[in-house]
Antibody
Framework: QVNLQESGPGIVKPSQPLSVTCSVTGYSITTSYYYWNWIRKFPGNKLEWMGYISYDGSIYYNPSLKSRISITRDTSKNQFFLQLNTVTTEDTAVYYC???????????WGPGTMVTVSS | DIQMTQTPSSMPASLGERVTISCRASQGISNYLNWYQQKPDGTIKPLIYYTSNLQSGVPSRFSGSGSGTDYSLTISSLEPEDFAMYYCQQYDSSPWTFGGGTKLELK
């Protein structure tokens, strides 16, 4: 069974970077042809797809975040990471990691981690 | 970006009732449309992919349909565990975008 688990800082100060880790068990993040994504849910329920890192390490970001976002991975630990720079209060959200399968839907999600941007 | 408009944003309904949630795209999305359910504890799971294909393990009371810009999710007879948030999501073009959500509430 594929399991994803996010871990994050809980609270981040404005202008600082936000970093969240997704630990994956039960499936290798290097297995073809799966994509490992970050999605966030804002207060008020809007969902935003942020970007992915693929099984072969290629990366694709939502253009709205392209200047601030970085997604990386550690294949030895079967983890992937989100870094969002220069955060504001508008980045307060629940951050989810999710797997995109070869039918192009998000088939497994983590439970999410709440990150609040506040001074 | 393709805008996804879901209606209604909230829906009071009764056990056993048949309900339909609508999702309209700002341009044609060629059936590249998925549906997800979010439970009150925050967990999210897929229900329907590519407009009408049922995810493994999802009860057959869920169904999806549509074409062009207009899509819908139907629950034929509401069970207690169906009271949750529902989202549509398009993958016709990047960035992939979600509808604003529909909260299904017990009447």
């Amino acid at each position: 069974q594929v399991n994803l688990q996010e871990s994050g800082p809980g609270i981040v100060k404005p202008s600082q970077p936000l970093s969240v880790t997704c630990s994956v068990t039960g499936y290798s993040i290097t297995t073809s042809y799966y994509y490992w994504n970050w999605i966030r849910k804002f207060p008020g329920n809007k969902l935003e797809w942020m970007g992915y890192i693929s099984y072969d390490g290629s990366i694709y970001y939502n253009p709205s975040l392209k200047s601030r976002i970085s997604i990386t991975r550690d294949t030895s630990k079967n983890q992937f990471f989100l870094q969002l720079n220069t955060v504001t209060t508008e980045d307060t959200a629940v951050y989810y990691c999710a797997r995109l399968n070869n039918y192009w839907y998000f088939d497994f999600w983590g439970p999410g981690t709440m990150v609040t941007v506040s001074s | 970006d393709i805008q996804m408009t879901q209606t209604p944003s909230s829906m009071p309904a009764s056990l056993g009732e048949r309900v339909t949630i609508s999702c309209r795209a700002s341009q044609g999305i060629s059936n590249y449309l998925n549906w997800y359910q979010q439970k009150p504890d925050g967990t999210i799971k897929p229900l329907i992919y590519y407009t009408s294909n049922l995810q493994s393990g999802v009860p057959s009371r869920f169904s999806g349909s549509g074409s062009g810009t207009d899509y819908s999710l139907t629950i034929s007879s509401l069970e207690p565990e169906d009271f949750a948030m529902y989202y549509c999501q398009q993958y016709d073009s990047s960035p992939w975008t979600f509808g604003g959500g529909t909260k299904l509430e017990l009447k």
